[in-house]
């Protein structure tokens, strides 16, 4: 089990994020980027999922992430 922090950037602040969430591996992270991305309504927000090293693995923006719905099958 690994561990991500989930954030929602607007700019460069984080106005939302979800700490030490465990997942099985980082393909596990795209629902729940989708999910993230479906309540943001600000423009401009961006997902950032970090690893427990604090390396991001993942930056996109939201409008782009509730676009692309298949992401979540990419688990």
């Known amino acids: 089990m690994q561990y991500y922090d989930?954030?929602?950037?607007?700019?460069?602040d984080v106005i939302a994020a979800e700490r030490s969430v465990a997942l099985d591996d980082s393909r596990a992270a795209w629902p729940r980027v989708i999910g993230m991305a479906k309540t943001v309504d600000a423009p401009g927000c961006r997902i950032r999922v970090r690893e427990q090293q604090g390396d991001t693995i993942?930056?996109?923006?939201?409008?782009?992430?509730?676009?692309?719905?298949?992401?979540?099958?990419?688990?």
Request: net charge positive; hydrophobic share 50%.
């Open 6 to 12: 989930f954030e929602v950037l607007q700019g460069d």
């Open 58 to 75: 993942i930056l996109i923006g939201a409008t782009a992430a509730r676009r692309y719905p298949s992401l979540a099958a990419a688990r």
